[in-house]
């Protein structure tokens, strides 16, 4: 059974368990949906408004909410836009929002518990997706802060530590933003970087 998309409606979710037909699935909450990764035919992620972090292990047949109880009752309610995940114990989920609402949570045991990585200290921050590779480096990157850059951070994974890139992508002056398309506005190949803003796109030499 393979998780393909949600077209039935913003809330629910559709498996295909064969090319004949569709298979609907839905939520018990009403999120809108952001963050997504298939890492098989059975694990599926998504994540999503409210905030929302589900998981289903059997294809989409029953799904978990595995959302972790440090972002939720926060006030405005936080948007959890990205998620990479190994399989069905450890994943990697980015909550967007200003200042201290963008943070990046890793669970090591199927969301029953959850570790805060990276939770950003600038007020002018935000975040706006990431992208890892199977060593576990990752390159996260948000809107530009005050000196005309974008927020660019890179993921050690010996340490598993994020820090501030030595140098960013400048911003056009016209007030160009990063593109918040669900983490499907960055890619990381190797020692490369290269992610989608508003009028075009970046590449940086992620190099560790």
Do not use: K, N
Request: hydrophobic share 40%; glycine share 12%; with cysteine.
């Amino acid at each position: 059974m393979l998780f393909r998309s949600w077209s039935a409606g913003p809330d629910r979710l559709t498996a295909i368990p064969d090319p004949a037909g569709l298979e609907p699935g839905t939520l018990e909450q009403s999120p809108s949906l952001r963050g997504l990764c298939a890492v098989s035919a059975d694990v599926c992620w998504v994540t999503g408004s409210g905030p929302t972090v589900a998981l289903t292990t059997d294809g989409g047949a029953s799904w978990r909410d595995v959302t972790p109880p440090s972002i939720q009752g926060e006030d405005p309610a936080l948007d959890v836009r990205d998620v990479h995940a190994r399989d069905g114990a450890q994943a990697w989920v980015m909550c967007a929002g200003p200042g201290g609402a963008s943070r990046i949570l890793r669970t090591d045991d199927g969301g029953a518990s959850w570790t805060v990585e990276h939770q950003e200290t600038d007020p002018a921050s935000f975040l706006d997706g990431f992208d890892m590779d199977p060593a576990g480096r990752a390159v996260a990157y948000g809107d530009p802060l005050a000196d005309g850059r974008f927020r660019v951070l890179l993921r050690d994974p010996a340490t598993a530590r994020w820090r501030v890139a030595p140098s960013a992508p400048a911003a056009l002056t016209s007030g160009e933003a990063a593109f918040a398309a669900s983490g499907t506005g960055i890619r990381l190949d190797g020692a490369r970087a290269v992610f989608r803003s508003e009028e075009h796109t970046s590449e940086l030499q992620s190099r560790q």
